[in-house]
T-cell receptor, first 116, second 115 residues
């Protein structure tokens, strides 16, 4: 049973380019969460999605960042016009449809974005 | 609002010694508490969680944590560490009214086990 799959593992972008990060949740999981880990810091919640719906985007920067989780295919975190401050590790986590307090979050191995 | 403070950014310890990683939180509402471990270049793995009931919680890999409501602490302990325990450890909380996956993390404690 494959875990949460994130790709690419490493992504290098120049300032002003777009970054697209992909996350395939565990089989049977329909809830996806994106977190960002800046250097020397803990993870910060960005957005919570269910299939075709954004449930909570309170942690998303107001500009340049967007997320989607279409009916078919992986969840995508998109960062437009990247800046050096976007350099971080971006983690995706998933949980099944039932209460996630009794089913722990399953994290992917992350995408490490470097903006040059 | 909630916040989590991990009091030690780095903890070096010798193999087979006991270890305690400290975590304090601040919240005006009741919370659930979690400890996660992150091995190099990997995602986070749940070690243990406190939802309710007994304040002493046992997790995987021989770790345990004790919830102290009066001191708003949730310290992680292991009586005898192994080299393989070298990793970064994160304490996290989630208010009871939140969706289960929206966690507030501390800054992390880097545990380094030396032979």
């Amino acid at each position: 049973n494959a875990g949460v799959m994130q790709n690419p593992r490493h992504l290098v972008r120049r300032r002003g380019q777009e970054a697209r990060l992909r996350c395939s949740p565990m089989k049977g999981h329909s809830h996806v969460y994106w977190y960002r880990q800046l250097p020397e810091e803990g993870l910060k919640f960005m957005v919570y999605l269910q299939k075709e719906n954004i449930i909570d985007e309170s942690g998303m920067p107001k500009e340049r960042f967007s997320a989607e989780f279409p009916k078919e295919g992986p969840s995508i975190l998109r960062i437009q016009q990247v800046v050096r401050g976007d350099s971080a590790a971006y983690f995706c986590a998933s949980s099944p449809e039932v209460s996630s307090y009794n089913s722990p979050l399953h994290f992917g191995n992350g995408t490490r974005l470097t903006v040059t | 609002a909630q916040s989590v403070t991990q009091l030690d950014s780095q903890v070096p310890v010798f193999e087979e010694a006991p270890v305690e990683l400290r975590c304090n939180y601040s919240s005006s509402v009741s919370v659930y508490l979690f400890w996660y471990v992150q091995y190099p270049n990997q995602g986070l793995q749940l070690l243990l969680k406190y939802l309710s009931g007994s304040t002493l919680v046992k997790g995987i890999n021989g770790f345990e944590a004790e919830f102290n409501k009066s001191q708003t602490s949730f310290h992680l302990r292991k009586p005898s560490v192994h080299i393989s325990d070298t990793a970064e450890y994160f304490c996290a909380v989630s208010p009871l009214y939140n969706q289960g996956g929206k966690l507030i993390f501390g800054q992390g404690t880097e545990l380094s086990v030396k032979p």
